[in-house]
């Protein structure tokens, strides 16, 4: 199986700050990484697929780069709504598997 | 708009089993793999497993800790995915989603709708 490794685990950040994820998978899985941001008590939404792309309905403050094992989510300036839990998820190769998670706090 | 809203969750007792129901609208549900995903309580996501499909002939393949105790099944004239659980332990307490793949370009597979979620309690 492939191991994702998320860090870090919790991030105290204020309002417009900018912050960055990072997620590494144990081998390549070339640009297959999809982000999701849960809030407490709700799903998973799809966030940041093909490790790139933002998908429909986030804003542009949102961003993913990286392709083989390295990877990152940025957040360009932080709103009170991005406050919540990130994960980095393979799609290279079942079992999906899913980074620890990231919970993202207000400072 | 693209819902899926599963049912079936509940409290059940070590060993014993619980079916999840997953309706699907809002799209051709023959045409897309769906995924079952976990979340125990206060942890991480976890894959379950997933079926294929039409044309990938709704084949299934799961995790590992499924170990043969999980069957997902799905019904396309009734646009329903289903979770079978035998088996149970303590440990398969979570919130159980199911999600409809998607693969937007190449080079991607993504779980772009996720059912609200149905929790599931293994206790005696």
């Known amino acids: 199986d492939i191991q994702m490794t998320q860090s870090p685990s919790s991030l105290s950040a204020s309002v417009g700050d900018r912050v960055t994820i990072t997620c590494r998978a144990s081998?390549?899985?070339?640009?297959?990484l999809n982000w999701y941001q849960q809030k407490a008590g709700k799903a998973p939404k799809l966030l940041i697929y093909a490790a790139s792309s933002l998908q429909s309905g986030f804003p542009s403050r949102f961003s993913g780069s990286g392709s083989g094992t390295d990877f990152s989510l940025t957040i360009s300036s932080l709103q009170p709504e991005d406050f919540a839990t990130y994960y980095c998820q393979q799609s290279y190769s079942t079992p999906y598997t899913f980074g620890q998670g990231t919970k993202l706090e207000i400072k | 708009e693209v819902q899926l809203v599963e049912s079936g969750g509940g409290l059940v007792q070590p060993g014993g089993s619980l079916r999840l129901s997953c309706a699907a609208s809002g799209f051709t549900f023959s045409d897309h793999y769906m995924d079952w995903v976990r979340q125990a309580p206060g942890q991480g996501l976890e894959w379950v497993g997933r079926?294929?499909?039409?044309?990938?002939?709704?084949?299934?393949e799961y995790a590992a800790f499924v170990k043969g105790r999980f069957t997902i099944s799905r019904d396309n004239s009734k646009n329903s995915l289903y979770l079978q659980m035998n088996s149970l332990t303590t440990e398969d307490t979570a919130v159980y989603y199911c999600?409809?793949?998607?693969?937007?370009?190449?080079?991607?597979?993504?779980?772009?709708?996720w059912g609200q979620g149905t929790l599931v309690t293994v206790s005696s």
């Open positions: 999600a409809r793949e998607r693969a937007a370009k190449v080079g991607a597979v993504e779980c772009d709708s």
């Open positions: 079926t294929r499909n039409k044309v990938n002939s709704y084949t299934t």
């Open positions: 081998q390549s899985i070339s640009t297959y």
